[in-house]
């Protein structure tokens, strides 16, 4: 059973402390350093939090389609002194500039954002390194939960929930594993983190 999340800052970057605390991180070989890209980065909230708090050397690359969090992100690392290991680049995750370079590529709150999740896998394999992995946080519907199994209400809720916040679609947990399956991904671990 997960810790209670019991102040602001906690829930801030609980999802942080769970990617720092993956066991592909805290294997990767002590001195290498972690090549990290953020999908759909923000202000770079998340980028910063990992920085800080890996005891690995850190390069790190938010990628946003709004200039003004790319350019408040670059402020942000210039003012934490993190410019040299995080910086941002204005551009869609759909099709990212480089190719084969991240340890790590996570979407927090984004990936269900578009409507190609399919596109989302497919920019995640062609930047991963061999053996580097891909973490998604954010709403998925259970297998169990189906449109016709849901009912009049709660389809009016995640209608309600997909127009209010502008996402295309909340997809069940098996379609998005045989999206990345066919990209050569693989499940390794699913949590709901629903409590």
Not at 177 to 190: K, P, Y
């Amino acid at each position: 059973m997960g810790r209670w999340v019991e102040s602001n800052a906690g829930a801030l970057h609980y999802v942080d402390e769970q990617i720092l605390n993956e066991k592909f991180i805290r294997i990767h070989p002590a001195g290498e350093a972690l090549h990290v890209a953020d999908f759909g980065c923000g202000v770079g909230a998340s980028l910063f939090y990992l920085a800080d708090n890996t005891n690995l050397p850190f390069t790190g690359v938010g990628l946003t389609i709004s200039p003004v969090q790319a350019k408040f992100g670059q402020e942000g690392a210039q003012r934490r002194e993190l410019n040299t290991k995080c910086s941002f680049i204005l551009g869609d995750f759909l099709a990212p500039p480089s190719t084969k370079a991240f340890d790590l590529v996570f979407s927090i709150e984004s990936f269900a954002h578009t409507s190609q999740p399919e596109a989302n896998f497919r920019a995640a394999s062609q930047t991963l390194k061999p053996g580097g992995r891909q973490v998604i946080c954010d709403d998925f519907r259970t297998d169990t939960g189906e449109q016709g199994a849901l009912g009049s209400h709660k389809m009016d809720m995640l209608e309600a929930y997909q127009w209010g916040w502008g996402v295309p679609g909340v997809w069940t947990t098996g379609h998005v594993v045989n999206l990345a399956e066919q990209v050569g991904l693989q499940l390794t671990r699913d949590r709901d983190l629903t409590p």
